[in-house]
């Protein structure tokens, strides 16, 4: 292994005041042989926090996100996770499990939009009636019921799948979900948030901070296009076997 590593930087997390930093390490290795995984202390030399970066407005620190530079740093090579070029490896081991651990979140955070929008609707008189007896709200609240329903059954069935056949053989069904949480989770929060009128967008609720959070895990582990991509080409591949 050689003793010093170029590495440019692709992801970055913080764990008890230690990095675990992914770069390329490799550029002429094979595609999934490019990438290591190491660990940066946060007091080496070169390491600076910028400043902490606002999610729709949120400040999330201490484990929120940062911009951080790193001048010239070093470390030893040991540091390096399971060996030179297998940041891939350790990053793919994790994915599956943490893209359904989202989903679990999203199902939650939907289910407590359910019931913030319902005691809402049971208690807010608009036009003089509940506005739980509106036809329009129960129409609508019976669709977030049905969809988020639906989407925690996915989920039930990609963790089945995950513990049964693993990360590789699940990774359709674990991109279904990840597609449908977020989705779903957006859509209940956006009409708890309506239910709520200006309370809903305002930080005196949860909801504003539930739909903001909501909506990043539409990016975080893999944006939409990448999980839809993944379920096209499975399909794609039974039609031709």
């Known amino acids: 292994m050689r003793a010093v590593l170029w590495v440019m930087c692709m992801f970055l997390v913080m764990l008890n005041g230690v990095y675990?930093?992914?770069?390329?390490?490799?550029?002429s290795a094979p595609r999934h042989k490019q990438q290591s995984m190491i660990l940066v202390d946060i007091n080496t030399p070169g390491v600076q926090i910028k400043r902490p970066l606002l999610v729709f407005g949120f400040d999330d620190a201490p484990h929120g996100h940062a911009e951080i530079t790193f001048d010239?740093?070093?470390?030893?090579?040991?540091?390096?996770l399971l060996g030179e070029g297998?940041?891939?490896?350790?990053?793919?081991?994790?994915?599956?499990?943490?893209?359904?651990?989202?989903?679990?979140?999203?199902?939650?955070?939907?289910?407590?939009?359910?019931?913030?929008?319902?005691?809402?609707?049971l208690s807010r008189t608009a036009f003089g009636k509940k506005i739980a007896q509106h036809g329009s709200f129960q129409s609508d609240l019976a669709k977030c019921r049905i969809e988020l329903?639906?989407?925690?059954l996915l989920v039930l069935e990609a963790a089945d799948q995950l513990d049964r056949h693993g990360n590789k053989k699940a990774r359709g069904i674990l991109a279904m979900a990840k597609v449908a949480?977020?989705?779903?989770?957006?859509?209940?929060?956006?009409?708890?948030?309506?239910?709520?009128?200006?309370?809903?967008?305002?930080?005196?609720t949860a909801l504003s901070h539930l739909w903001a959070t909501a909506r990043t895990l539409r990016l975080a582990d893999g944006p939409d296009e990448v999980h839809l991509g993944t379920i096209a080409k499975l399909e794609l591949q039974r039609a031709r076997l």
């Open 20 to 27: 675990f930093m992914q770069g390329k390490t490799d550029f």
């Open 72 to 80: 010239n740093v070093r470390v030893p090579v040991t540091n390096i």
């Open 86 to 121: 297998r940041g891939f490896e350790i990053a793919q081991g994790r994915l599956g499990p943490g893209r359904l651990h989202h989903c679990m979140r999203l199902i939650g955070a939907a289910e407590r939009g359910m019931n913030m929008m319902v005691e809402r609707a």
């Open 149 to 152: 329903e639906q989407t925690r």
């Open 181 to 204: 949480a977020p989705n779903m989770a957006l859509k209940v929060l956006d009409m708890a948030i309506q239910v709520h009128g200006a309370a809903g967008v305002s930080s005196d």
